[in-house]
């Protein structure tokens, strides 16, 4: 077994405005508005890829040079249900973004209490804005009222980092916006707060500006 990079986490093998802007988002623009910015033992099911890319899937291809941030990054989450590979953290950034969970391209957690899922971008960035599709084939509804958050705490205790927004229109394969203003942070997670559920989600895609660091 691995140890996760943030420390004090056990690691196992192995989406401002919230969605209303979701039904507008095919052909829309990831603008970075020029932004600048000066553990609890947790068990975790983590997959850690081996290569990066820069391409987005949810975004359509008019969306300019905007980078997708979360594209290949290690990502983490409380659990795995069923505990196959076909529910892994990293199903979520891998750019595949069909919305069926039976194709194996979505993440999935046990039902547990507040559960998460986040991802490692390496370093700090300022958030912009944060994509998350849905699932499609069913439940969808289980993402509703859990929120995106940005900031420098992993695990269980990412729900204490800055939120951007919670889930509102949680229909089967919706496609979120979540505007983040600018957060910084260097781990952008979903947790569910206040109530045991399944978490699940099928891609991830996180837009913003690297940090400029003063000598």
Same mark, same amino acid.
């Given at each position: 077994?691995?140890?996760?990079?943030?420390?004090?986490?056990?690691?196992? #093998?192995?989406?401002?405005?919230?969605?209303?802007?979701?039904?507008?988002?095919?052909?829309?623009?990831?603008?970075?508005?020029?932004?600048?910015?000066?553990?609890?033992?947790?068990? $975790?099911?983590?997959?850690?890829?081996?290569?990066? #890319?820069?391409?987005?899937?949810?975004?359509?291809?008019? #969306?300019?040079?905007?980078?997708?941030?979360?594209?290949?990054?290690?990502?983490?989450?409380?659990?795995?249900?069923?505990?196959?590979?076909?529910?892994?953290?990293?199903?979520?950034?891998?750019?595949?973004?069909?919305?069926?969970?039976?194709?194996? #391209?979505?993440?999935?957690?046990?039902?547990?209490?507040?559960?998460?899922?986040? $991802?490692?971008?390496?370093?700090?960035?300022?958030?912009?804005?944060? $994509?998350?599709?849905?699932?499609?084939?069913?439940?969808?509804?289980?993402?509703?009222?859990?929120?995106?958050?940005?900031?420098?705490?992993?695990?269980?205790?990412?729900?204490?980092?800055?939120?951007?927004?919670?889930?509102?229109?949680?229909?089967?394969?919706?496609?979120?916006?979540?505007?983040?203003?600018?957060?910084?942070?260097?781990?952008?997670?979903?947790?569910?707060?206040?109530?045991?559920?399944?978490?699940?989600?099928?891609?991830?895609?996180?837009?913003?500006?690297?940090?400029?660091?003063?000598?």
């Amino acid at each position: 077994m691995e140890k996760e990079p943030a420390g004090g986490v056990r690691e196992e #093998s192995l989406t401002g405005e919230g969605d209303k802007a979701a039904p507008r988002i095919a052909g829309a623009q990831v603008k970075h508005r020029g932004l600048r910015g000066s553990f609890g033992e947790d068990t $975790v099911v983590a997959d850690r890829p081996t290569t990066q #890319s820069n391409q987005h899937c949810c975004l359509s291809k008019n #969306s300019g040079q905007a980078t997708n941030l979360a594209r290949g990054r290690p990502a983490f989450q409380s659990s795995t249900y069923p505990d196959v590979i076909s529910g892994i953290a990293h199903k979520a950034v891998d750019g595949n973004c069909d919305g069926n969970f039976h194709h194996a #391209s979505c993440t999935h957690t046990d039902q547990e209490t507040e559960p998460w899922w986040y $991802v490692d971008l390496g370093e700090q960035y300022a958030i912009s804005a944060v $994509v998350v599709k849905n699932r499609g084939d069913c439940c969808g509804s289980r993402l509703w009222g859990a929120e995106v958050h940005v900031g420098d705490s992993t695990g269980s205790s990412s729900k204490f980092n800055p939120v951007c927004d919670s889930f509102q229109d949680t229909s089967d394969g919706s496609l979120s916006t979540i505007y983040c203003n600018g957060l910084i942070g260097r781990y952008v997670s979903i947790v569910i707060r206040g109530r045991a559920d399944y978490l699940h989600v099928c891609e991830v895609e996180v837009y913003g500006t690297k940090l400029e660091r003063e000598c």
